[in-house]
């Protein structure tokens, strides 16, 4: 195929080095910063950088946030070839795909969202890595009443760039669970590190520290933006969350020992019941 790939920041410019490394596919990178383009292409992270022409493109990944992508999608989807199937790598789908599909749809073309499961703390193009979606979940999201074969082809990709378990659900079901799996670990490592204890932890930290705060680096115009559009599924796991904390600190108000067993037990039990289930084994 022929792929374009609008956006050369840690995911985009990952796609392109990953498309070169593992593919075949003629590669177009695209970028507002044209050292950021020149960088690519001494990477050889793309065969070309784009000249404004649209036409012959069997693909176009459009890697910005998503109120970028929905705005860039917009402008230049009169200008792009009917045949060409367009996605978008955004954290969020549900009504942002719904709004996608329907420029989309207006101007005689295939939208299907996708999302890999992978990143770093830090973004930007010279983080990016040809082995960033290596092992990696891979969601593809189509509507109910997409081409199946779009639907191939997206799975087809995520599966030559080297992602582990590829996942296709609509694009709400997405939004519900990224919501749980994602969404609520960046706030929760957001509000772990601004205790005033931050800066003495030095010699005082283990993986668990590490492994909490890891992600609290998060760019946030861009996971501001996520959170605002899964507002609903959003909130109902952090109330979930803030509710489940409550019953630890009503243990340790009330000196009861028994009552924080039970809850560590509880907590314990529900973790590897999910290991079994993840191995495909009985509970």
Known sequence: MKILVV??????????KALKKYTNHFVVGSDLKQDIEEAAMRDVAVDDVFTGDYSGFDLIIIALFPDTAEKYFSENADKMDKNTLVTDVCGIKGSF???MR?????NGMRYMGIHPMAGKEFGGYSNSTPDLFCKANFIVAPFEDDDPKDTEI????AKEIGAGKIVVTTPENHDKMIAYTSQLAHIVSSAYVKSPELGLECGFSGGSFQDMTRIATMNEKM???LFMQNRENLLF?????????HKYS?????SDPEKMRELIAEGRKLKED???HRQGQPN
């Open 97 to 99: 795909s719904e709004r």
């Open 7 to 16: 956006g050369l920041g840690l995911i985009g410019g990952s796609v392109c």
């Open 102 to 106: 329907k420029i989309a749809v207006n």
């Open 154 to 157: 997206l799975t087809g990709l």
């Open 223 to 225: 996971w501001a933006d």
């Open 237 to 245: 796991e952090l109330e979930t969350l803030i509710d489940n904390l």
């Open 274 to 276: 999910n290991l079994r």
């Open 250 to 254: 009503d243990a340790l108000y009330n």
